[in-house]
């Protein structure tokens, strides 16, 4: 098994700062991707920024010049650095990793999100 745990949400005043981390433990070979993910109220779940094994990110174009994506691979973990943050970022933010396990399957695992509120 393979759990993907966030930390690090919460309330904050519009223009604020958060940092999100995620922690992957469990039957791991490695990992490929990992990423964040954000779901608003009453709206679908949508695209924050992904990382490489390499390091090479891809953010959405509305946050990519205030979030910022990074991994510590011996640590399997992903942490996300928001600046800037405005009320429409509220949501839950969710991590997720493909995950190599010991069989040398990929899957995909999804963290169980983690709320961040801005205030106006």
């Known amino acids: 098994q393979v759990q993907l745990v966030e930390s690090g949400g919460g309330l904050v005043q519009a223009g604020g700062s958060l940092r999100l981390s995620c922690a992957a433990s469990?039957?791991?070979?490695?990992?490929?991707?990992m990423g964040w993910y954000r779901q608003a109220p009453g709206k679908q779940r949508e695209l924050v920024a992904t990382?490489?094994?390499?390091?090479?990110?891809n953010y959405a174009d509305s946050m990519k010049d205030r979030f910022t994506i990074s991994r510590d691979s011996a640590k399997n973990t992903v942490h996300l650095q928001m600046i800037s943050l405005k009320p429409e970022d509220t949501g839950v933010y969710y991590c997720?990793?493909?995950?190599?396990?010991?069989?040398?399957?990929?899957?995909?695992?999804w963290g169980q999100g983690t709320q961040v509120t801005v205030s106006s």
């Open positions: 469990g039957s791991i070979r490695s990992i490929n991707a």
């Open positions: 997720n990793a493909a995950v190599v396990r010991p069989d040398y399957i990929t899957r995909l695992y």
């Open positions: 990382v490489t094994s390499s390091g090479f990110t």
